[in-house]
């Protein structure tokens, strides 16, 4: 059986764009030498998932997001605070060991956070990329932007999302959206790369007046969703190639983060 850090070192040394020097992708608590047997994989580690793990007897937990609610490590600023005080002492208790997979999985080519995204939205066709890579633009073909973002709704719902918020003509036509993931959300670069729809998230700089109305008055349409909802399938994705990659495991996904919903 694999321990903790083979599986660290692992995704590591499969991803020469991670700053070894300078990223989150770090053991957050308990023993990197322990043997592994059974994963949990999800999102966030939140405190519901983490049980969850326990319940089910896994060694480790393999996040995306942070454990104590900081991005930057070591995440200790609020360990000792209310929230953190229940899940440190659970982790203590248990020996349950936390591995972040963020700067990896971000930008694991095909089946990572943002290329997991877009297929999951059923976008196949690629037609361009931002500078910084976090963003792309696909083309479908020409619908309108209240069909497309029905489109985008019915998908989401399959993974916890109640609705989105959309910004824009309803009426217009659009056959080129653009998606980013979690924070990264597509800019006026992708618009001047001939995108008609961006879709993003609320925590992605997406500031009402800076941006979603600047992006509609150039005459794009724009689309609203949480960030852990652009980042579900790509974190799936990352439990499957868990279990191709170390057969021997026993492998679970978890997604017992709360969710938010709307009042219609």
């Not at 896994?58 to 930057?72: A, D, K, M, N, Q």
């Not at 794009?220 to 990352?238: A, D, L, P, Y």
């Amino acid at each position: 059986m694999p321990t903790v850090d083979e599986i660290h070192q692992h995704f590591l040394s499969r991803a020469p764009w991670v700053n070894r020097e300078d990223t989150v992708d770090t053991v957050k608590a308990g023993d990197p030498s322990r043997k592994v047997k059974t994963v949990a994989v999800g999102w966030m580690s939140t405190i519901y998932d983490l049980r969850k793990a326990v319940e089910l007897g896994c060694e480790l937990f393999i996040t995306h997001e942070p454990t104590f609610w900081e991005h930057w490590a070591p995440e200790g600023k609020n360990r000792r605070e209310r929230g953190g005080i229940e899940k440190t002492r659970l982790l203590e208790e248990t020996g349950l060991v936390i591995l972040r997979c963020h700067d990896v999985w971000d930008a694991w080519p095909d089946t990572g956070i943002r290329d997991g995204w877009a297929s999951g939205l059923g976008l196949t066709k690629l037609v361009a990329k931002s500078k910084d890579g976090w963003s792309a633009m696909y083309e479908i073909p020409e619908t309108t932007l209240k069909r497309f973002a029905r489109h985008v709704l019915s998908k989401v719902k399959t993974i916890g999302q109640d609705s989105v918020q959309v910004m824009g003509d309803p009426g217009m036509k659009i056959s080129r959206p653009s998606v980013g993931v979690g924070c990264f959300t597509p800019n006026m670069d992708m618009i001047e790369k001939g995108s008609d729809c961006l879709i993003g998230t609320w925590d992605g700089n997406w500031y009402y007046w800076e941006t979603r109305e600047r992006f509609v008055e150039c005459g794009v349409g724009v689309i609203t969703v949480e960030h852990g909802t652009t980042e579900n399938w790509g974190m799936r994705n990352c439990a499957d190639y868990v279990r191709k990659t170390w057969p021997e495991l026993t492998v679970h996904y978890l997604d017992l983060y709360p969710r938010p919903w709307t009042v219609k």
